[in-house]
T-cell receptor, first 115, second 111 residues
Framework: GAVVSQHPSRVICKSGTSVKIECRSL??????MFWYRQFPKQSLMLMAT?????????EQGVEKDKFLINHASLTLSTLTVTSAHPEDSSFYIC???????????FGPGTRLTVL | QKEVEQDPGPLSVPEGAIVSLNCTYS??????FMWYRQYSRKGPELLMY????GNKEDGRFTAQVDKSSKYISLFIRDSQPSDSATYLC???????????FGTGTSLTVIP
């Protein structure tokens, strides 16, 4: 099946620093990638949708200047949390959609802890 | 009204039981229906994917879609402790990108 990887799996950083999370589709080309945030025991919250080569579409309430998304190629999207604060601590999960299929394949997630 | 409703549980069953997980939805335009399994601190894993109404079986898992009632189900036969996880339903319409997820049902299978 389709495999999506994320790196790093876990990151701890100081308040005020920026953190970059990579999402890669390993065996397929992802026309669309999605970034989600998940708090403990809660469902997925869609943050943004990105299409290769174009600007990401952010959900209401998500600051695009704080959560920078770059979908540089058909296999790579990055999420940069700029000037991270403790309230940004969360589980960030990416997913990728292959071609015209109507399903998403998820990465394993990145746990971000901001001290 | 939420687009997708899912009972959060928690649901606790003995090993070997048949488990029924359900979601209801309000948008008649949904065409694609998915079930994901998510273990603690991991990303969701696609379990079943169905298009339109009907049943689909894969091993111990059966996905059922009733578009007339706007109701989807996932059945797990001979449940195992390794099935203990959160199960998320998801669906999308014809036009693609917009996906809607349920809140997830937490399942524990007791040995």
């Amino acid at each position: 099946g389709a495999v999506v990887s994320q790196h790093p799996s876990r990151v701890i950083c100081k308040s005020g620093t920026s953190v970059k999370i990579e999402c890669r589709s390993l065996d397929f080309q992802a026309t669309t990638m999605f970034w989600y945030r998940q708090f403990p025991k809660q469902s997925l919250m869609l943050m943004a949708t990105s299409n290769e080569g174009s600007k990401a579409t952010y959900e209401q309430g998500v600051e695009k200047d704080k959560f920078l998304i770059n979908h540089a190629s058909l296999t790579l999207s990055t999420l940069t949390v700029t000037s991270a604060h403790p309230e940004d601590s969360s589980f960030y999960i990416c997913s990728a959609r292959a071609g015209r299929t109507d399903t998403q394949y998820f990465g394993p997630g990145t746990r971000l802890t901001v001290l | 009204q939420k687009e997708v409703e899912q009972d959060p549980g928690p649901l606790s069953v003995p090993e070997g039981a048949i488990v029924s997980l359900n979601c209801t939805y309000s948008n008649s335009a949904f065409q694609y229906f998915m079930w994901y399994r998510q273990y603690s601190r991991k990303g969701p894993e696609l379990l079943m994917y169905t298009y339109s109404s009907g049943n689909k079986e894969d091993g111990r898992f059966t996905a059922q879609v009733d578009k007339s009632s706007k109701y989807i189900s996932l059945f797990i036969r001979d449940s195992q402790p390794s099935d203990s996880a959160t199960y998320l339903c998801a669906m999308s319409g014809r036009t693609g990108n917009q996906f809607y997820f349920g809140t997830g049902t937490s399942l524990t299978v007791i040995p």
